[in-house]
Each structure stands twice: as C-alpha cells, then as structure tokens.
C-alpha cells in the first residue's frame, strides 16, 4: 500500500507560477500510474492531469493545456505539477493520486474512479 504527500501549495497571484510536489512511500512508485485532481469550494473533484508509469505519457484537461506539467522521477519517487500563468479559477484544494492497476507504460487515465490511494491535499490560491 502507497502512501502519498503533497507539497508546495500556497498563495500566488495570478500570472505567477507554483511546483507541486507528491512524494509516495510504501510501495515500487514505478509501478503506479499518477494523476493530479482538484477540487474548488461547493465543486466536484475534477481531474487535471495524469502521467503514465514510465512517464513517457500525459494527459490534462483543456483548462491547463500549455499551463500546466506533469513530471516524475521514478528514482525519487516523487511527481511534480508545474503550474504557470496560473488563474484566480484554479483555486483549490490539489490531491495527487495513485492508480495501482497493472498498465502498459505509456497509458494515462483521467477516471476518478481508477485512482485507489490519495493524498490528504495541497491548498493552492491564486489571487486576482
């Protein structure tokens, strides 16, 4: 069982720029495919991104297409979401999570519902 943290929330203005960070523990981080949700207040959890094992393969959502990276250093066992120009609309609570399923290397996923361990959060507020 992997345990997840994220890191690197806080307050930024709009335009400017943030790197989270989500460090797994407890289990071979190569083997799970990683994704980055979000949830504003009164929201649904929504997806935002997602990178294969291997890293190799990456998904997002329209919103942060050419704003938003995903990366991973297996070696590290660690993720990273670089956001840049960010908006007062990506304000929320940022959750990495794990899917442990067996996949090929390159496949993403941005089903919710294929993410079995999650991090306790990460606030991000972007100010207009």
């Known amino acids: 069982q992997v345990q997840l943290v994220e890191s690197g929330g806080g307050l930024v203005q709009a335009g400017g720029s943030l790197r989270l960070s989500c460090v797994a523990s407890?289990?071979?981080?190569?083997?799970?495919?990683m994704g980055w949700f979000r949830q504003a207040p009164g929201k649904e959890r929504e997806f935002v991104g997602s990178?294969?094992?291997?890293?190799?393969?990456?998904t997002y959502i329209n919103s942060v297409k050419d704003r938003f990276t995903i990366t991973r250093d297996n070696a590290k066992n660690t993720m990273y979401l670089e956001m840049n120009s960010l908006k007062p609309e990506d304000t929320a609570v940022y959750y990495c999570a794990a899917d442990s399923d067996t996949r090929a290397p390159w496949v993403t996923t941005d089903d919710r519902a294929d993410y079995d361990y999650w991090g306790q959060g990460t606030q991000v507020t972007v100010s207009s």
């Open positions: 407890g289990g071979t981080f190569s083997r799970y495919l």
């Open positions: 990178i294969s094992r291997s890293g190799s393969g990456t």
